[in-house]
């Protein structure tokens, strides 16, 4: 029987991070936040907004994040409304668009601090200015917002365990 245990790399023991948990650097930190009040939305994205969150801004890659409602855009017809609250909604079409809850879809990741920029370098090559927020960051696919000190980063739930240990170990080699 062997005796010799496989190294970190074939082990899956990394833990998605819950919301609150924060990954703490000299220079950066980076917490994970519930994205709660998350719906997809298809179809015609202006009148889904206008019936669903009325004045929430369409955002691109890196735009700056306001206060809620805002929308997230994926690809031309696909976006992630985020609202304050969950909103109340009948899954399904409505004229011209589909709208489905996504509060359990994706994990957000703020990443703040003076490293913040550096350590969002190392993870994302795309510039500023695509009219879609969506974008591999790290090695997934993400939509990724610029939260004035960093990038936020909604990273897919089944995703976000892998993003995490990522994330710390650049933390660990930028620090």
């Known amino acids: 029987m062997p005796t010799d245990l496989p190294d970190d790399s074939t082990l899956w023991t990394t833990a998605s991070p ?3 948990s924060i990954l703490l650097g000299q220079s950066m930190s980076v917490t994970c936040l519930p994205a709660t009040g998350a719906a997809l939305i ?3 994205l202006d009148a889904a907004i206008a019936a669903l969150a009325p004045g929430a801004a369409l955002l691109g890659l890196l735009d700056a994040r306001p206060h809620t409602p ?4 994926i690809a031309r017809d696909r976006a992630l409304l985020i609202t304050a609250e969950p909103l109340d909604l009948v899954p399904g079409w409505h004229d011209g668009f589909a709208v489905s809850p ?3 879809l994706y994990l957000v990741l703020a990443i703040t601090g003076e490293g913040a920029r550096g350590l969002q370098d190392a993870c994302l090559s795309a510039p500023a200015g695509s009219p879609s927020a969506a974008t591999p960051f ?3 696919a993400c939509l990724v917002l610029d939260n004035g000190q960093g990038p936020d980063v909604w990273v897919p739930a089944p995703e976000a365990a892998a993003l995490w240990l990522r994330l710390s170990r650049l933390v660990a080699a930028l620090d």
Not at 70 to 73: K, Y
């Open 18 to 20: 819950a919301p609150g």
């Open 42 to 44: 298809s179809g015609n």
């Open 70 to 73: 805002f929308a997230l855009r």
């Open 102 to 104: 996504a509060d359990d």
């Open 138 to 140: 790290g090695g997934h």
